[in-house]
T-cell receptor
Framework: AQSVTQLGSHVSVSEGALVLLRCNYS??????LFWYVQYPNQGLQLLLK??????LVKGINGFEAEFKKSETSFHLTKPSAHMSDAAEYFC??????????????FGTGTQLKVEL | SAVISQKPSRDICQRGTSLTIQCQVD?????MFWYRQQPGQSLTLIAT?????????ESGFVIDKFPISRPNLTFSTLTVSNMSPEDSSIYLC?????????FGSGTRLTVV
């Protein structure tokens, strides 16, 4: 079974400041890890994913995440926040995909607020 | 990655009625997933739908309330039956391909 824990349901940063959204996972098998973003009244958009290749994963919109097995973490970072980054962010985990099927388990989400 | 067309995008329904949500994928996929996102909450998996077999439901979800069809490898429907205001949520379909998951844009359901 897999699960993820997102620390902090709300995070507030100033524009231009570092964004750090925390995610810790639990998995009985090698995990695939994902970060999704959801803008108000929209669906989910994939930011980035870890699928057992490079541990530092670069995604869209300047976001990146580092897989740290020793810490069971997959924190999302962005060096400089922009107002357009304000959204809900979800960390998710699945087992290794076989034949395209393995369910995705989501964290509770972190609402990012960016202030001037 | 796959492109998913989900409809309707939103609906307002009377309690006691049913709504069927459609999900069309532009390529063949083995498994499709249906999620519910209640207001202000995360996504919860309702069921996994394989073509040619019965859907597999997660704990807390039953076929009588959320019947699912999967007639072919590119299409699925989720019905929300005998709706109550507690069913007001966003419902999303998803497919797994390669090493990732793609989501439809969601159906925002309000039950009055």
């Amino acid at each position: 079974a897999q699960s993820v824990t997102q620390l902090g349901s709300h995070v507030s940063v100033s524009e231009g400041a570092l964004v750090l959204l925390r995610c810790n996972y639990s998995s009985s098998v090698p995990p695939y890890l994902f970060w999704y973003v959801q803008y108000p009244n929209q669906g989910l958009q994939l930011l980035l994913k870890y699928t057992s290749a490079a541990t530092l994963v670069k995604g869209i919109n300047g976001f990146e995440a580092e897989f740290k097995k020793s810490e069971t973490s997959f924190h999302l970072t962005k060096p400089s926040a922009h107002m357009s980054d304000a959204a809900e962010y979800f960390c998710a985990v699945s087992g290794v995909l076989t034949g395209g099927g393995n369910k995705l388990t989501f964290g509770t989400g972190t609402q990012l607020k960016v202030e001037l | 990655s796959a492109v998913i067309s989900q409809k309707p995008s939103r609906d307002i329904c009377q309690r006691g009625t049913s709504l069927t949500i459609q999900c069309q994928v532009d390529s063949q996929v083995t498994m499709m997933f249906w999620y519910r996102q209640q207001p202000g909450q995360s996504l919860t998996l309702i069921a996994t739908a394989n073509q040619g077999s019965e859907a597999t439901y997660e704990s807390g979800f039953v076929i009588d309330k959320f019947p699912i069809s999967r007639p072919n490898l590119t299409f699925s429907t989720l019905t929300v039956s005998n709706m109550s205001p507690e069913d007001s949520s966003i419902y999303l379909c998803s497919v797994a391909q390669g090493r990732g998951y793609t989501f439809g844009s969601g159906t925002r359901l309000t039950v009055v």
